[in-house]
């Protein structure tokens, strides 16, 4: 039977080998990436096994023709169980233990004892090495069709899962997962047709299959960006999660958890198929009552943890379209900012009890004193004294006036208003005009309607004390608005020397720092009730003074 020489075969053998080593390079540029070392070893193993075929056919030498095809069998063993371990490195790495790859490395060195000791018991090579020219023709033994047969095993568990994960996925990574999985069939088909065929082909053409599978490997390195992007399985992603993952079927029984899951709430291996109350027994039935039926729905609940009262924010989403077929609850464990939430609201508490009450009532017994000291001396220098002792407490109330106003917008509900502009500038102007000479405030507001919350008022009082506080007598304050399609801004703006940029700087920034710190409350009470409002508050200095901008919602006429 005529057919292509010993050294074109051997030629294909050992360019198909050649090719493999390009696929090395990206190997070693991504081998941090899962899936990359496994990947490098079946391409060595691709290697040998092509090498020692084509030396095989480049040299008639019967010796080293048998030492070239028992090392082109380690080849292949390396490939298959490569193969193996790059799917598994790949649907579900934390499956990759050092236990498993001992178990594969003492089964690549058992086959290749079978192989080099065969003289001895022939279970892989039942007889003597024949030739057919340059090329070896072997009898096989039993032993060599059990290591076939795992080898394919290998391959086909391989194959079969990262077909699985393909059919599971979606986008680029269902891309990568069905590349790879098609990619081996044609060097598979081509060594079965070497193995099963007899006569029909005296030469080994894995090779020409494998040129194939080098291309569809190079689609999935350069186009499916296998390597250099690893897309993350959503088994393996959910398994990694810090928040508890448990999935349950349309009877209530649990059909999956993650590694949280079952770590938090102490849950046995045999978890699967049980009632959802069985495995989660320290769920109460109150609760176990506000989760049933729930979909698409958050709720916070309390379970107790290790003998530990802990609080979860529980969400529960369907499988699929709806509830027909289970549902997934993710618990997020939200204890500590439960706990710091309590703690600030106490804080706020005793800190709003110390100005409503203490500081308030102090400062109003250091007033009464203040005065019956002015009242009954004669002295300058005292009187001087007392009246800025009395400025200054009068300022303390007002702070204490305004942290209860701060508490109050931030305690109350939001509530929105449509209320016309010129109607919240004309109730600030009339309550915080000082009846002064030396203090003019100038109103020229379009008629619109905008959307605040309840006391908005409140926030405009405090820019035009702030014009007035901030600045040396005669003060000037114009208050104008321009309007556009969707928002109203609100201008007031003063000629005076300016509010303080220490003042400005932590409003502007969202802080209070030890380096920049904001004693004017007033600013932050319209910072807070211009944010709820859903607008935006900006200060800047102009020439001269200071100009507050406070953007609001308008609404539609």
């Known amino acids: 039977m005529m057919g292509p020489s010993h050294l074109v075969v051997g030629s294909g053998q050992a360019i198909a080998g050649v090719l493999s080593l390009l696929f090395l390079k990206p190997v070693y540029e991504n081998r941090d990436t899962p899936g990359a070392v496994a990947f490098g070893g079946t391409i060595i193993g691709?290697?040998?096994?092509?090498?020692?075929?084509?030396?095989?056919?480049f040299i008639g030498n019967r010796l080293v023709s048998i030492i070239a095809y028992k090392l082109s069998l380690l080849g292949a063993e390396i490939t298959a169980v490569g193969w193996f371990l790059l799917a598994i490195s790949v649907t579900k790495p934390d499956s990759v233990s050092w236990k498993t790859v001992k178990m594969l490395l003492t089964w690549l060195a058992s086959i290749q004892l079978l192989i080099w000791t065969n003289s001895f018991h022939h279970l892989v090579f039942s007889g003597e090495f024949g030739m057919a020219g340059t090329v070896l023709v072997p009898e096989y033994g039993v032993a060599f069709w059990i290591q076939v047969a795992v080898s394919y095993g290998f391959v086909a568990f391989?194959?079969?899962?990262?077909?699985?994960?393909?059919?599971?996925?979606?986008?680029?990574?269902?891309?990568?997962?069905?590349?790879?999985?098609v990619c081996s069939l044609p060097f598979i088909v081509a060594n079965i047709v070497t193995l099963t065929t007899g006569g029909v082909t005296l030469y080994d053409i894995s090779p020409f299959g494998y040129i194939l599978s080098a291309l569809l490997l190079?689609?999935?390195?350069?186009?499916?960006?296998?390597?250099?992007?690893?897309?993350?399985?959503?088994?393996?992603?959910?398994?990694?999660?810090n928040d508890a993952v448990i999935t349950v079927d349309q009877k209530n029984r649990v059909i999956d958890a993650n590694r949280t899951a079952l770590e938090m709430f102490d849950i046995d291996s045999d978890y699967t198929g049980r009632q959802a109350v069985a495995v989660f027994d320290v769920v109460d039935d109150e609760i176990e009552s506000r989760l049933a039926g729930r979909i698409?729905?958050?709720?916070?609940?309390?379970?107790?943890?290790?003998?530990?009262?802990?609080?979860?924010?529980?969400?529960?989403?369907?499988?699929?379209?709806?509830?027909?077929?289970?549902?997934?609850?993710?618990?997020?464990?939200?204890?500590?900012?439960?706990?710091?939430?309590?703690e600030l609201s106490m804080l706020k508490d005793v800190y709003s009890r110390v100005f409503r009450h203490n500081v308030k009532n102090e400062l109003n017994v250091i007033r009464g004193h203040l005065d019956l000291i002015t009242k009954h001396t004669e002295k300058a220098n005292v009187q001087r004294s007392t009246a800025a002792?009395?400025?200054?407490?009068?300022?303390?109330?007002?702070?204490?006036?305004?942290?209860?106003?701060?508490?109050?917008v931030l305690d109350t509900n939001v509530r929105f208003l449509e209320c016309p502009l010129q109607r919240l500038v004309s109730a600030a102007v009339s309550t915080c005009h000082p009846e002064r000479d030396a203090v003019s405030v100038r109103v020229a507001v379009t008629d619109v309607k905008v959307q605040v919350?309840?006391?908005?008022?409140?926030?405009?009082?405090?820019?035009?004390?702030?014009?007035?506080?901030?600045?040396?007598?005669?003060?000037?304050?114009?208050?104008?608005?321009?309007?556009?399609?969707?928002?109203?801004?609100?201008?007031?703006?003063?000629?005076g020397d300016g509010i303080p940029?220490?003042?400005v700087t932590p409003l502007q920034e969202n802080e209070e720092t030890a380096l920049s710190h904001g004693s004017g409350v007033g600013l932050?009470?319209?910072?807070?009730?211009?944010?709820?409002?859903?607008?935006c508050l900006n200060i800047t200095q102009s020439e001269p003074g200071t100009q507050v901008k406070m953007t609001l919602p308008k609404v539609s006429s």
Not at 158 to 180: C, D, I
Not at 329 to 335: G, K, Q, Y
């Open 46 to 57: 691709v290697c040998i096994w092509l090498w020692c075929l084509a030396v095989g056919n």
């Open 158 to 181: 391989g194959v079969g899962r990262l077909t699985v994960e393909a059919v599971r996925s979606q986008g680029l990574r269902q891309n990568q997962m069905a590349l790879l999985a």
């Open 218 to 241: 190079t689609i999935v390195l350069f186009k499916g960006y296998f390597l250099d992007v690893t897309t993350v399985a959503r088994g393996t992603a959910v398994q990694k999660m």
């Open 296 to 342: 698409d729905d958050e709720i916070e609940v309390s379970i107790k943890v290790n003998s530990e009262k802990r609080y979860f924010s529980v969400s529960v989403s369907p499988i699929g379209q709806d509830a027909a077929k289970g549902r997934v609850f993710v618990l997020r464990d939200i204890t500590d900012l439960k706990r710091r939430e309590l």
């Open 389 to 408: 002792a009395i400025d200054s407490s009068n300022r303390l109330l007002n702070h204490t006036q305004k942290a209860q106003q701060i508490k109050q």
């Open 453 to 495: 919350v309840e006391g908005f008022e409140v926030a405009i009082e405090n820019a035009i004390e702030n014009a007035v506080e901030h600045n040396s007598e005669p003060v000037q304050v114009d208050i104008q608005t321009e309007v556009t399609d969707e928002f109203v801004e609100l201008y007031i703006t003063d000629d």
């Open 501 to 503: 940029p220490n003042e």
């Open 524 to 535: 932050w009470l319209m910072r807070w009730y211009v944010d709820r409002s859903g607008g």
